[in-house]
């Protein structure tokens, strides 16, 4: 019995034959192409090729593009399966395994999300075109309502009391002659005696002290008594 494990194909092989069907999908208008390196977490494959058609002969006509690439490089199938009416047609080239469905088909199943853990390859990178790194959008800043804003109460200063000014000293004899007329007013002002007044005291006042001078002269003028003798 003749063995049915295939010779081990080189790595450069696999990886060109790969970018073959990649390829061979894309010219056919495969959509949502996905290839997943699965050589860690699977035995029965290294890679895994996922693409969408958008109907059954949508799916037979990508199912013959891969027969053609797969028999170009001389890759044995190992098996296939594309039940007619199914929406899920796979081909299972040992070293690739590819699954084609249908919109529906591919969104009820979900091969990415069991394969979750599997190294992601790009395929612009397959295709030879620059991988596209996408551009996150930085979050929109949330504007916050802003407070209003403190009244501010600037403290007056108090007003610094203006200095009483001194007065000026008075300069020379003028301001004090000044000072004594203002005084001299302010007094009650003494009625001057007429000159006949005057002479008229002075008459009644100098009898007087005469008489005195008479008495005084007639008490010294008596004689001394004499003492009786005993």
Not at 42 to 57: H, K, M, N, Q, R
Not at 139 to 145: D, G, S
């Amino acid at each position: 019995m003749p063995d049915e494990t295939p010779a081990a194909t080189p790595a450069t092989t696999t990886q060109e034959t790969l970018r073959k069907i990649v390829q061979a999908l894309d010219d056919k208008k495969a959509g949502d192409l996905r290839v997943l390196r699965v050589s860690a977490q699977s035995s029965i494959t290294d890679y895994l090729v996922l693409a969408t058609g958008t109907s059954e002969p949508h799916l037979r006509a990508l199912r013959v593009e891969l027969e053609k690439v797969l028999d170009g490089d001389r890759m044995r199938i190992a098996g296939m399966d594309s039940s007619e009416g199914s929406g899920w047609t796979v081909v299972d080239a040992y070293q690739i395994m590819i699954h084609l469905f249908t919109p529906d088909k591919r969104d009820a199943y979900r091969l990415e999300q069991l394969w979750n853990d599997a190294e992601d390859i790009p395929v612009r990178v397959l295709l030879g075109l620059p991988e596209v790194v996408p551009v996150v959008a930085a979050p929109k800043a949330v504007r916050t309502p802003k407070a209003p804003a403190a009244k501010v109460v600037s403290k007056s200063k108090p007003k610094p009391k203006a200095k009483a000014k001194a007065k000026p000293a008075p300069k020379g004899g003028k301001t004090v002659k000044k000072v004594a007329k203002a005084v001299k007013k302010s007094a009650p002002a003494k009625k001057a005696m007429k000159p006949k007044a005057v002479k008229k005291v002075a008459a009644k006042r100098a009898p007087a002290k005469k008489a005195t001078a008479k008495k005084t002269v007639k008490k010294a003028t008596k004689p001394a008594a004499t003492k009786k003798k005993k």
